[in-house]
């Protein structure tokens, strides 16, 4: 292990060399603009895996964006690992909140990064952290220490959904078939506190209409008489959730998992800095569910959010009228044993249940996803445990994040195999916000802690 371990420093400067390029590529899968762009970097994923030295690398078509499939059988024998990453990234609006083009990546040292940090779009998610796979598998590869066999799936329409991924997968089961799935698209704790992700939370999203009159109305002539769908809707959603932070729809809990107490404590090991918290977000207070901790709320406790809300005219000057219609986005988060049909179903029952008579609701579900779990006893957690703890050098622990990654879900459904969700970057990342980064001690301790998990994984 030491001599690929030794290739990995000495060519540290080459691996940063070959991201930059690959960041400079405006994968945007969301923008049908950047179509040519997104395709053009599907082939760059492919000739990196060629030259790392992978086997039957294809770009293979799908119903949207292609998936680039590599992989490299070293023993019949062997476990496999499936590596999965997405070479797409989020629009990088609004530009002029960059400090320099989002596509033009360059290196800056900042206060959590005294090493430096890559400045670009899809930094951290995800070419970054794909990347690390790629020369962690060239490293083996090149010193000859490739332990089992590994395959590697990276699609390109992960910031829309994986529209394709699902019929990629049942389609090819046969093909991807592995022992474990490796995914690097979370974040440690904190560089001090490294932790490997067990859970995440699923999600439920929905877009909401109320519609008033039947028409926009003059608001001196109509003001006063007539219900303004504006009002009605923020008086219902704020009804979604009570002054302990509980949400209010009929039967939102009944499934939820309760987390052991000996799990919550394990949790709370992690230094939870409130004041540093609440001043990287620039708030004097937080707030949620009463009972819980900051950890805990973010991530073993469901939630309720509205993402936008609009209505009327929202043009330069005034306009004085009351709009026939107002919407808002809302989305929740979902916690073991909640699935998205449920919730949907539940939250679109109650949201009829409490508008008021003089106005039409419509709830208009979006996508969902289930929330995921790898438990902390398991043969895939504890080899990246010890990994990033020879890496690191401190103690690892189990952390649960609050986003979610549907896909790990539906791999398991599909090809029977848990997903270790090993992931190199922080919270403070400011990935799908201006100024994305991702730090250069994350991303070498990424491509060091990889052939680590490999090694501890084909042990057994």
């Not at 020369?135 to 992960?158: D, H, R, S, Y």
């Amino acid at each position: 292990m030491q001599e690929t371990l030794n290739y990995i420093s000495e060519n540290k400067k080459r691996y940063l060399d070959e991201l930059f390029e690959l960041l400079k590529i405006a994968s945007i899968s969301a923008d049908p603009a950047y179509k040519d762009e997104v395709l053009k970097c599907a082939e760059v994923c492919a000739d990196h895996l060629r030259n790392a030295g992978a086997d039957e690398v294809e770009v293979c078509k799908t119903k949207g964006y292609p998936v680039v499939y590599g992989e490299k059988m070293v023993g019949k024998d062997l476990p496999t690992v499936l590596v999965y990453g997405h070479y797409d990234v989020q629009p990088p609006d609004p530009l002029e909140l960059w400090t320099k083009p989002p596509f033009e990546p360059y290196v800056e040292k900042t206060d959590l990064h005294p090493d430096g940090a890559i400045f670009a779009r899809g930094a951290a998610d995800d070419k970054g952290q794909f990347f690390m796979h790629i020369k962690a598998f060239e490293a083996m590869m090149k010193t000859n220490t490739l332990p089992c066999n590994v395959k590697f799936i990276i699609e390109g329409e992960e910031e829309v959904g994986s529209k394709s991924l699902s019929d990629f997968v049942n389609e090819y089961k046969e093909k991807l078939s592995c022992d474990c799935i490796l995914i690097s698209d979370t974040s440690l704790y904190s560089t001090e506190q490294p932790t490997v992700t067990t859970g995440l939370r699923g999600l439920s999203y929905v877009e909401v209409e109320v519609e008033g009159p039947n028409r926009d109305l003059h608001s001196g002539l109509y003001g006063g008489a007539v219900p303004n769908p504006i009002h009605v809707l923020s008086r219902m959603i704020a009804g979604l959730i009570d002054e302990n932070g509980h949400i209010t729809i009929d039967g939102f809990y009944d499934n939820v998992e309760e987390v052991s107490a000996e799990e919550r404590a394990l949790m709370n090991k992690l230094k939870d800095d409130q004041e540093a918290f609440k001043s990287s977000i620039g708030l004097s207070g937080v707030e949620g569910e009463k009972g819980f901790t900051t950890l805990e709320r973010t991530s073993i406790r469901p939630t309720l959010d509205c993402n936008g809300i609009w209505g009327g005219y929202t043009g330069e000057g005034a306009k004085t009228v009351i709009p026939s219609k107002a919407f808002a986005k809302i989305s929740m988060r979902l916690v073991p044993y909640q699935t998205p049909e449920e919730i949907t179903e539940k939250f679109t029952k109650y949201f009829e249940k409490i508008a008021p008579a003089n106005v039409k609701v419509k709830v208009n579900p979006h996508h969902g996803g289930m929330p995921y779990v790898l438990p902390s006893d398991t043969k895939e957690f504890n080899a990246a445990k010890k990994a990033m703890e020879t890496a690191f050098g401190t103690e690892v622990l189990p952390f649960r994040s609050g986003g979610s990654i549907p896909i790990t879900a539906m791999f398991e459904e599909v090809l029977g195999a848990k997903s270790v969700l090993m992931g190199f970057g922080l919270a403070s990342d400011a990935i799908h916000s201006p100024n994305e980064h991702y730090g250069l001690y994350n991303f070498y301790k990424g491509i060091e802690s990889i052939p680590l998990f490999f090694q501890n994984y084909a042990k057994g």
